[in-house]
């Protein structure tokens, strides 16, 4: 039975591979014939094979953690040795009575260096990729430890002056080979540049001084807000909204109340889906922070005329049935209620006998926005988080960025962050943001009205304030859309999203996927697939696949480049390798994969990324298919996002999980489009209103931070003043840590992404091969060798533009 049973399993693991190269019919088809062949084999004993090798890929798997460690060692030493080869390199001529000759040159100085980045990308990829998928502990402990062992050394090769000489020393002559290796010699002045290397050594060390400041200030910040326990207390009511499952995750005090802390995944589903309480149940009380009292809650009731409020009093308590859209609730408080309510009201007989007036009196028991109330107590709770703590860090943050900048010759560290990227000014990125904003304000204004108009009809003639934008932009969706998407996602088996996802990827960039059998692999689910150009059958790479969920894994989904692509200095070109990783459920027996649609729209972006990396060309691996400018990296990913929400393209990635032939309906095609763009005008302020004030905080000095964000708030979102009591250092995580000075990437990529899909794929483009491959090599293929703008505008016959992001929305709009 054991075997049988075992027999089954590889049997669905065998009939879930083959299925990523086929859709539709043709996938019964070969599922049925698959099934056949494992019924066979499963009698047969192969003999243990030797694991293939992936012809041209340096990645090692499988490394113990004594192996990384020492791999580490080599990957610094060896990588010492050149750098001290490059030091070495005398700066004077060498003069005779024929000839001069420089003994500064590119094949003694650059080449090392860029040979060196190429050969140890895969090494040490090697050592660090595993702290992500490995299932020992004692592996991904040493993964972190060798990761750190590396970084600190290849920082320290950065800030080598003796090797900076030499290298400053060629560049000074201007000797390009090509285009390419000018804007690779640039990029290692550069980098030796903003790490002081042309400094004196008193600034150098006033610069290392301040970077260590911000380095602990950093993890200050990071602690404050790990450390930070505070927690609400909520009743059940005033809970109403949130899902059961998450309900009985939370904690609970000894009064049997829930705790909710300020974990940011519980914050957005209070803010999201906390509704009015329509229930009965004690709610005269609001939520409690801890440390704090209790915040009481009038109650009125609401007839024909409007709302009566009765003054504060004891509270009166009482037996009786109320109706609401039709169901019978039953509860036991009232507070502060209206006489004639009570007069009908005091019990379950005398409503029953007073029918006529409940139909002249729509009766409404409302708690003072019971749960509005909850959504107001945590928002502002969210927003005090740390409260004056992670204030003067931020502002200490700031002042210190500044002082760096100013040191490398930049007049503040919004231009010094920006330099680097496509945008390359600080007032390039504000232009960028205003036009943005003044392009949405008539949209985001109308899709205002209606939530506030729907906020008037349940809750009265309460203020909309920016605590109840998240509720009720899901409540007008959920009005306004027939999406069911508990019922969307059996229409997304994972392995038919992947073949489908697969087909596209081959069709649009000419590319062919064949997976690789008994290679060497960490885990059992992993798959390892080469990539061949469809024309002329070169091998251009490979990559994994790790997407199913185990302990220990990293928990997002992502790739990461194992080998960066790179053309030696004999003409050979190293290929790329990619990994992608996910933590999606695997096919178990009678209950399939299956993907929110969120996660088929994240792992159709995430793969993107793999088709980029492969398909770079880039000459030098700085430049290869992941290592680009961080503005424009995101560009291909967001365009093929696009694809997710076509007709055409999302019935190649669907099916209906026990008939996969039966593909998702036009009319939810249509209405996931719609719900894409829905209130995005809105959704879009409130992500510049926070780009605008990193833009500023990091561009101006002695900025009083909260007040700035208090200015900005009602001038950015349309007079929806910021709650009181905001702290932006809590609020604004992103300025303060990890994104400092480039909140707007993210917009700028998105922006650009829907300009290439509205002038060259939207009209009957989706899968042109011809505009395909021209995207392919003139946008991904050179990666990093050339400036993006130039790429883009190379590819588009012009100039990129914000207007077509616009008019997308507007086209879906109000």
Request: aromatic share 10%; hydrophobic share 40%; glycine share 6%.
């Amino acid at each position: 039975m054991e075997n049988e049973t075992n027999g089954k399993k590889m049997s669905e693991q065998k009939r879930e591979r083959n299925l990523l190269a086929f859709t539709g019919a043709t996938a019964l088809a070969v599922v049925a014939v698959n099934l056949a062949i494992a019924a066979f084999n499963s009698h047969r004993r192969k003999p243990k094979k030797k694991k293939k090798d992936l012809k041209g890929s340096n990645v090692r798997v499988n490394l113990s953690a004594s192996e990384i460690l020492k791999l580490a060692d080599r990957i610094i030493a060896k990588s010492k040795e050149v750098h001290d080869a490059v030091a070495s390199v005398p700066l004077d001529k060498l003069n005779s009575d024929y000839y001069v000759v420089d003994l500064v040159t590119y094949m003694n100085v650059i080449s090392p260096l860029a040979e060196l980045e190429a050969q140890q990308s895969p090494l040490v990829e090697s050592c660090v990729f595993p702290r992500m998928v490995s299932t020992s502990d004692d592996v991904r402990k040493a993964s972190v430890e060798a990761g750190q062992r590396i970084d600190a050394h290849l920082l320290s090769c950065r800030m080598r002056d003796d090797v900076y000489r030499v290298v400053k020393t060629f560049a000074a002559r201007g000797e390009w080979m090509t285009p390419e290796a000018k804007r690779y010699i640039q990029s290692l002045v550069r980098d030796f540049e903003r790490n002081g290397s042309n400094l004196t050594l008193t600034k150098r060390e006033e610069l290392q001084r301040l970077r260590t400041q911000i380095n602990e200030l950093s993890l200050h910040y990071v602690q404050n807000l790990n450390d930070d326990s505070t927690f609400l207390l909520f009743t059940e009511a005033e809970l109403l909204g949130l899902p059961s499952q998450l309900l009985e995750s939370l904690d609970k005090s000894e009064s049997g109340k829930f705790k909710v802390t300020l974990k940011s995944h519980l914050i957005a589903n209070v803010l999201e889906l906390c509704k009015r309480c329509g229930s009965g149940g004690e709610c005269a009380t609001g939520g409690a922070i801890v440390g704090g009292g209790a915040t009481s809650l009038r109650r009125y009731a609401i007839g024909a005329g409007g709302a009566t409020r009765g003054s504060t009093g004891t509270a009166l308590r009482c037996e009786f049935h109320w109706f609401v859209t039709g169901a019978l609730i039953k509860s036991d408080s009232f507070r502060d209620a209206s006489p004639i309510v009570l007069a009908n009201c005091n019990c379950y007989d005398n409503l029953v006998k007073s029918m006529s007036v409940l139909q002249e009196w729509m009766i409404r028991v409302v708690e003072d926005s019971v749960v509005g109330t909850t959504r107001r107590l945590v928002a502002v709770a969210y927003g005090k988080m740390c409260g004056e703590l992670n204030l003067s860090v931020l502002e200490s943050l700031v002042e210190l960025r500044h002082k760096v900048a100013r040191l490398l010759g930049y007049s503040n560290y919004a231009d010094y962050s920006v330099d680097l990227r496509m945008a390359k000014t600080s007032s390039k990125v504000f232009e960028f943001l205003e036009e943005l904003s003044a392009s949405l304000t008539d949209m985001a204004a109308r899709e205002l009205m209606v939530l506030k108009d729907l906020k008037k009809q349940e809750e009265g003639e309460l203020p909309f304030g920016i605590e109840d934008l998240r509720y009720y932009l899901k409540r007008v969706e959920e009005q306004q859309f027939d999406l069911d998407f508990g019922a969307v996602k059996q229409y997304f088996p994972v392995s038919l999203v992947l073949s489908g996802i697969f087909k596209i990827s081959q069709d649009l960039f000419g590319l062919r996927f064949e997976e690789v059998a008994d290679t060497e692999v960490w885990h059992n689910d992993v798959q390892v697939f080469s990539v061949f150009d469809l024309s002329s059958n070169e091998l251009l790479g490979y990559f994994y696949l790790d997407i199913y969920k185990r302990e220990g894994k990293y928990g997002h989904t992502c790739v990461a480049a194992l080998q960066n692509g790179a053309l030696s200095s004999t003409g050979a070109r190293q290929i790329p390798v990619a990994l992608l990783v996910s933590q999606i459920q695997k096919d178990i027996v009678g209950h399939p994969g299956l993907l929110r649609f969120p996660e088929v729209v994240k792992l159709f972006h995430e793969f993107c990324h793999v088709v980029q990396h492969i398909c770079n060309r880039a000459s030098f691996a700085r430049f290869s298919g992941l290592h680009v400018d961080p503005d424009f990296f995101e560009i291909p990913a967001h365009l093929l996002e696009n694809w997710c929400y076509e007709s055409f393209s999302l019935k190649l990635i669907s099916g209906f999980h026990q008939d996969i032939t039966r593909p998702i309906t036009d009319e939810v095609c249509k209405s996931l489009k719609k719900w894409r763009y829905a209130f995005s005008a809105l959704k879009l302020k409130q992500e510049i209103l926070y780009c605008i004030f990193d833009q500023i905080v990091h561009s101006a000095d002695n900025i009083d931070i909260v007040e700035l964000f208090r200015h900005l708030h009602p001038k950015v979102m349309l007079g929806l003043p910021m709650l009181e009591g905001t702290n932006p250092a809590s609020c604004c995580l992103r300025s303060a840590i990890g994104f400092e000075a480039v909140c707007y990437g993210d917009i700028w990529s998105k922006v650009f992404a829907a300009d290439i899909f509205a002038s060259k794929f939207h009209d009957d483009g989706l899968l042109d091969q011809y505009v395909g491959m021209q995207f392919r090599n003139k946008v991904m293929a050179p990666g990093g060798s050339k400036e993006p703008i130039e790429i883009l505008s190379d590819f588009l016959g012009r100039a990129p533009s914000i207007q077509a992001f616009v008019d997308r929305r507007a086209g879906y709009g109000l």
